[in-house]
């Protein structure tokens, strides 16, 4: 294996462990390896973060789906942008959904783990055009994430994935990363 593989499974290994800790209340070994990932010392016990996963995605209702930012993003701008747009990335990857997944295709779950398979399978050109759009809408996310979180926990996630996946968008575009 060189580098550049190793790094390329690094990336896939982040962005399914992002995606993990949105799929549901985050499984206790997926906590410790986003501790490890982060080298943090996170003091939320296990408790206050499902708690506040609850609070979030349950409760809250804190939207998690790409079609709720590009919205946002795009009100001022009459252009039609459907969910067929990223269901056109999965698509052109050869990647179907599972009908058994309760998750709707720009769910930042789904999202994520597309990006992990993209590098996993080497697909280059698709990995660069699908995380400009994941740097689109996911930045958005995790403000409001950081914003509505009650653990040092999710802050800290907010705070990682947009770190992370903003410097992919500049990795890409200067030729690093892919």
């Given at each position: 294996m060189n580098f550049?593989?190793?790094?390329?499974?690094e990336r896939a290994e982040a962005y399914r462990l992002?995606?993990?800790?949105?799929?549901?209340?985050?499984?206790?070994?997926?906590?410790?390896?986003?501790e490890s990932f982060g080298q943090l010392d996170i003091k939320d016990t296990y408790e206050e973060i499902c708690?506040?996963?609850?609070?979030?995605?349950?409760?809250?209702?804190?939207?998690?789906?790409?079609?709720?930012?590009?919205?946002?993003?795009?009100?001022d701008i009459p252009i039609n942008r459907s969910l067929d747009d990223v269901q056109h990335f999965y698509w052109t990857a050869g990647v179907a959904i599972d009908e058994e997944i309760d998750l709707p295709p720009d769910h930042i779950s789904m999202e994520l783990i597309f990006m992990s398979y993209l590098i996993e399978q080497n697909l280059k050109d698709l990995q660069i055009e699908?995380?400009?759009?994941?740097?689109?809408?996911?930045?958005?996310?995790?403000?409001?994430?950081?914003?509505?979180?009650?653990?040092?926990?999710?802050k800290e996630v907010a705070y990682s994935l947009k770190?992370?996946?903003?410097?992919?968008?500049?990795?890409?575009?200067?030729?690093r990363g892919y």
């Open positions: 550049l593989d190793y790094i390329d499974e992002f995606a993990y800790l949105f799929m549901n209340i985050p499984h206790i070994e997926h906590i410790e390896q986003f708690e506040d996963f609850i609070h979030l995605f349950i409760n809250e209702n804190l939207p998690n789906y790409e079609a709720y930012y590009k919205a946002e993003l795009y009100k699908f995380a400009r759009r994941l740097c689109e809408w996911v930045p958005l996310f995790c403000d409001a994430l950081y914003k509505k979180a009650n653990t040092d926990f999710y770190e992370f996946v903003l410097s992919e968008c500049e990795d890409g575009s200067e030729g």
